[in-house]
């Protein structure tokens, strides 16, 4: 009895011996079977490195599609503190918060300038100092009202400085309803949770 011996070249297109020895049937299985392995090892390595991160920094706040880091908030605030000691953290991230619209706003109508800071101070220079006007009839009555303060010195040589005042504050009056405008046409999410 003679065996017979059947080579793979004998076989049918439709049936192959793999290099391990598997007997596979067709093409298509076989790229299925390598597609299904393929996505395991892909899904298995994606896993190891999601289990294996450190978190690097974690978000305290948005502004509609802005985050605001850890990181970010902490060099904030670490700034900000030397100028108002008494600072909380609450106070601080809606401080940054308004920046952030400010800066974006300055941003928006194309300003430019050499830092963040710059750029804020001419956005608020054009957005609101430009229209306080303060007339000579407030001057006057705020000198008056603060006589003791002045003393004997007299109201010519202090003008520009109680202008100065007056315009000040009528620009942070502004800037508050600015921003509250602002705060109002976005989406605000804070999640500090620090102390």
């Known amino acids: 009895m003679r065996e017979r ?6 076989m049918h297109s439709d049936n192959r011996v793999t290099g391990y020895g598997l007997r596979v049937a067709g093409s298509k299985h076989n ?3 390598l597609t299904i392995v393929l996505t395991m090892i892909l899904v298995l390595t994606a896993f190891l490195q999601l289990s294996s991160a450190e978190l690097i920094d974690r978000v305290v706040a948005f502004i509609d599609d802005e985050a605001i880091t850890l990181t970010d908030f902490m060099q904030y605030i670490e700034k900000a ?3 108002a000691p008494g600072l909380s953290e609450e106070e ?3 401080a940054l918060i308004n920046r952030k619209l400010l800066l974006r706003e300055a941003k928006r109508i194309r300003l430019r300038g050499k830092s963040d800071d710059e750029l ?3 956005y608020i220079d054009i957005k609101v100092r430009v229209f306080i006007k303060i007339p000579p009839e407030e001057i006057e009555r705020f000198y008056n009202e603060n006589r003791e303060r002045f003393g004997k ?5 202090v003008r520009d400085d109680i202008e100065r005042l007056l315009r000040e504050r009528e620009v942070n009056k502004h800037l508050k309803k600015l921003i509250k405008r602002l705060r109002e046409k976005s989406y605000i999410k804070i999640n500090l ?3």
């Open 31 to 33: 790229n299925y079977i």
């Open 81 to 83: 503190k030397k100028s």
């Open 153 to 157: 010195t007299p109201i010519d040589n």
């Open 120 to 122: 804020i101070k001419e």
């Open 5 to 10: 011996y059947t080579s793979v070249s004998d």
């Open 92 to 94: 601080a991230i809606n």
């Open 193 to 195: 949770t620090l102390s």
